[in-house]
């Protein structure tokens, strides 16, 4: 193997921006991303704009109503913009030599990151928990009626053995099943309003043979209760049997947080590596780099954040 | 990496004017709303509220771009990247705006709709969201 001689110094022209790959990269890849979360918050803000009742009113459901949480939607910025804050420290330690504090402060990163999920979490489960979900919710008092009887025929399915142990379980379901024929025959003659639909349910609840099947089968009863806590301690009961536009508020909520949750969680999978290697070998120089880019992707979680915040807790067109 | 001398204070500095207007936009959460219909002067209208509050989320991005991401002492290339999106970011909002934003034609009333109004009547604590809408876009006839 002879080394010819244009093995000589590369050529004194360099092309190309003074900054890493990577670096490039990274924003390349962040451009794409504004685009996609511009993308869903824009139709938000287009469809929000546009939910109108007819009188040319604002129709969105209110926070009230759609159990928004405004103090956990505080408590998620400030923790971002902390994480966003050590990021930037642990970036300038690293850089600096000071690998133990750059260590540190990505850990406390990893941190916020799982607090912000653990937090949202809490969200979520407060809209499971009223069942504030995409399909899930009657939009008028026409589709509460049906929903309701159609619950009510659900329970109906039942076991017979759920009902009753004793041999008696067929006798109830045939009761109850009965009484679900009554109600669509109200319903096909148009003669069930919702209050007499409110009516059915509480009598049908208070039944000892069925009674606590149709209390956790049926959401009237389950948001009858929360109207009657919520009178007791507001005077004023925001809990709705029906929500104008509630689905098309759920579809936004989930779809917007749920895609941010998603690459807060892929920032967990970023800053693990560095963590990973300044628990075992240590790290170095060379690993800035790669914490400064890992920064600006979660810098830009933040910003999706910062600007889904007051979209959604906030603003009350 | 471009050598430069540190910003720590700068970061700080930063830090502490985020969490100042993270406070800020969470108090005006709290800000009294004027009620719909009513014709006093008391509280404030919900287009002033929205963009005060999307003033501080904007003067936040500004924060956490220039000083977290560094752009301001990157070169030109942040804006060959950044103009392009902000375009389509801008755009795209004003672009559906025609098709999905705008109501043209006269609301044909369902059974559902006269519904949905006779219980706006008949409900007082649905007022919170009865608000006057001033669509300056609300092309609708009538």
């Not at chain 1, 244009?6 to 670096?23: C, E, I, Q, R, V």
């Not at chain 1, 890849?29 to 469809?47: D, K, N, R, S």
């Not at chain 1, 109830?172 to 109200?186: C, D, F, R, V």
């Not at chain 2, 404030?44 to 991401?69: E, N, Q, R």
């Amino acid at each position: 193997m002879s080394h010819s001689s244009h093995t000589d110094a590369a050529p004194p022209l360099k092309m190309g921006l003074k900054l890493p790959n990577s670096k490039l990269c990274m924003w390349l890849f962040l451009g794409t991303e504004i685009m996609f979360f511009t993308a869903l918050i824009g139709t938000y803000i287009v469809l929000r704009l546009s939910s109108i009742d007819v009188e040319g009113n604002r129709a969105w459901p209110t926070n009230e109503v759609t159990h928004i949480v405004t103090w956990a939607g505080a408590l998620n910025t400030f923790v971002l913009i902390f994480s966003s804050f050590l990021v930037v420290v642990a970036h300038e330690q690293v850089a600096r030599g000071q690998f133990r504090k750059g260590l540190l402060a990505l850990l406390l990163v990893f941190v916020c990151a799982v607090l912000f999920l653990g937090i949202k979490g809490y969200e979520y489960s407060g809209k499971i928990h009223h069942d504030i979900l995409p399909g899930r919710i009657p939009e008028t008092r026409q589709q509460a009626i049906q929903k309701t009887v159609n619950e009510i025929g659900t329970v109906a399915t039942l076991n017979a053995s759920d009902f009753a142990t004793d041999g008696r379980g067929s006798d109830i379901k045939n009761a109850l099943k009965a009484e679900h024929e009554k109600l669509e025959t109200l319903l096909r003659q148009e003669k069930l309003t919702i209050e007499e639909t409110e009516r059915q349910v509480l009598n049908l609840a208070e039944d000892e043979r069925f009674g606590e099947q149709i209390k956790s089968g049926v959401r009237m009863y389950f948001i009858y209760t929360e109207r009657e806590k919520e009178k007791k301690d507001t005077n004023h009961p925001h809990s709705q049997y029906y929500i104008p536009y509630g689905n098309l508020f759920a579809s936004c909520y989930f779809t917007m947080t749920g895609f941010h949750a998603i690459h807060v969680i892929v920032g967990l999978i970023i800053f693990f590596f560095p963590i990973k290697k300044g628990l075992t070998t240590g790290l170095e120089e060379a690993d800035a780099q790669y914490i400064e880019n890992a920064g600006l992707y979660w810098h830009f979680v933040d910003l999706v954040w910062i600007f889904l915040f007051p979209l959604i807790y906030i603003v009350q067109f | 990496m471009a050598d430069h001398k540190s910003h720590d204070k700068i970061y700080w500095a930063v830090f502490f004017a985020l969490c100042i207007f993270t406070g800020l936009s969470f108090a005006a959460d709290e800000l009294p709303v004027k009620e719909a219909g009513s014709e006093s002067a008391s509280g404030w209208s919900t287009p002033v509220i929205a963009v005060i509050v999307l003033a501080i989320a904007v003067a936040k991005a500004t924060c956490v771009m220039l000083y977290f991401m560094h752009l301001k002492w990157e070169r030109g290339w942040k804006y060959v990247l950044l103009a392009p999106t902000t375009i389509l970011a801008i755009g795209f909002p004003i672009a559906l705006m025609p098709d999905i934003g705008f109501h043209y034609y006269h609301q044909v009333p369902t059974e559902t709709m006269i519904e949905a109004s006779a219980d706006h009547a008949d409900h007082a604590d649905h007022a919170d969201h009865a608000d006057h809408a001033d669509h300056a876009d609300h092309a609708d006839g009538d």
